[in-house]
């Protein structure tokens, strides 16, 4: 389980967002009134399927002991279509080394069980209450 805290002050959308051992800053771009001090939420959320699929990518390769696959880059874009209420990612995976089309071809289908990847893809409910 996931736990994370986030607190805005008076700073205009700086907001610290802290777990047990790490914190960082989101913020919004200075062209939506912040001070680009940190992600977008929109940037962390798609970090985070970016993330999630280097890293499952990574431990598939080094299970399998694939040492041919010296690089993973992952790109990610999020856009939204608010009128239409519809979201949007499209991810690009960079495989870096001399890998065969059977070993591609997994890595793509293995990218696609990602936990991110099967948490976006399925229905996601959230409970809101007030303390």
């Not at 008076?10 to 001070?35: R, V």
């Not at 856009?79 to 239409?84: E, G």
Request: glycine content about 6%.
């Amino acid at each position: 389980m996931a736990k994370v805290f986030a607190s805005i002050g008076s700073a205009l959308y700086k907001t610290e967002i802290k777990t047990a051992t790490n914190s960082l800053i989101a913020d919004e771009p200075i062209s939506a009134g912040g001070m680009d001090l940190g992600f977008s939420p929109e940037e962390l959320l798609a970090s985070a399927l970016a993330a999630c699929t280097c890293g499952t990518l990574r431990m598939y390769a080094n299970r399998k002991g694939w040492v041919e696959l010296t690089e993973i880059n992952v790109h990610v874009e999020f856009s939204r279509d608010v009128q239409a209420n519809v979201s949007q990612m499209n991810r690009k995976i960079e495989l870096v080394g001399e890998l065969s089309e059977e070993q591609k071809t997994r890595l793509l289908a293995i990218a696609n069980k990602c936990p991110i990847h099967n948490t976006l893809t399925h229905t996601i409910t959230i409970d809101t209450t007030l303390s």
